[in-house]
C-alpha cells in the first residue's frame, strides 16, 4: 500500500493521477530545521522527515512525503504567517521569477530514496489592488510563497519552465519515475 504522509489537499487529489491504491496518514514530524541548509536540502530533510514519521507506524507500507517552498533570489519563502505576510510575500515575487521546489522522500523497509524537483515560474507585474484583492480571498493562507498556481493564483503566473504539478506541490512525473525505477512498483 502507498502511504501519503501529508494533510494537503492538493497531493491527496493528485497522488489519485498515480493509479495506485492508497492512503492518506497526516504526519507530526518536527518541521523545525537549521536554516542553513540550502533550499533543496532543507525540502528533502522536511521531506524525510515526514515520511519517516509514518513509515515508523506502517513498516510495510511504502510511504511517501513531500515538502514545497519558494525560493526568491535565495531566500526561501514558506507559508505566510498572516496576511500582512502574505501582501509582503506578493510584493516580492511581482515581476520576478523565481524557484518553486519540491522535495520529496519514499520509503519501504529500510530503502529511501529522495529527490529535489525544481521548476522556475515568472510572474507578472502585480498592482497593489490585485495583491490585496488576492489576499482577502483566502487563497494565499496555506501556500508556500502565498500563491496557489492551480487556483486564482495562476492569473499571476505569466510563464513555467519545468513541471507544473511541481509548482502545485506534487512532483507527479519525478515521484511516477522514482516508483517505476527504485521500487519497480510499474514493472
Known amino acids: 500500500m502507498l502511504v501519503l504522509a501529508s494533510a494537503s489537499p492538493r497531493r491527496r487529489e493528485l497522488i489519485a493521477r498515480l493509479g495506485l491504491p492508497y492512503e492518506v496518514q497526516t504526519s507530526n514530524a518536527d518541521e523545525s530545521v537549521c536554516r542553513l541548509l540550502r533550499p533543496e536540502e532543507l525540502v528533502i530533510e522536511l521531506a524525510r522527515r515526514k515520511a519517516e514519521a509514518v513509515a515508523a507506524t506502517r513498516p510495510d507500507d511504502l510511504v511517501l512525503g513531500v515538502d514545497t517552498i519558494v525560493v526568491l533570489d535565495g ?29 520529496f522522500a519514499l520509503i519501504f523497509r529500510d530503502k529511501v530514496y529522495t529527490e ?31 500563491y496557489g498556481i492551480q487556483g486564482r493564483g495562476g492569473l499571476f503566473v505569466s510563464g513555467i ?26 514493472s
Open 161 to 186: 519552465v519545468g513541471d507544473y504539478y511541481n509548482v502545485v506541490g506534487f512532483p507527479l512525473n519525478a515521484i511516477y519515475n522514482a516508483l517505476k525505477s527504485e521500487f519497480g512498483v510499474y
Open 75 to 103: 531566500r526561501v519563502l514558506g507559508k505566510p504567517r498572516d496576511e500582512a505576510d502574505a501582501r509582503r510575500m506578493l510584493h516580492l515575487l511581482s515581476g520576478k521569477s523565481h524557484e518553486v521546489r519540491s522535495g
Open 116 to 146: 529535489c524537483v525544481t521548476t522556475t515560474v515568472r510572474f507578472a507585474q502585480l498592482t497593489d489592488a490585485e495583491i490585496e484583492e488576492y489576499v482577502k480571498s483566502g487563497e494565499p493562507g496555506d501556500k508556500a510563497g502565498a
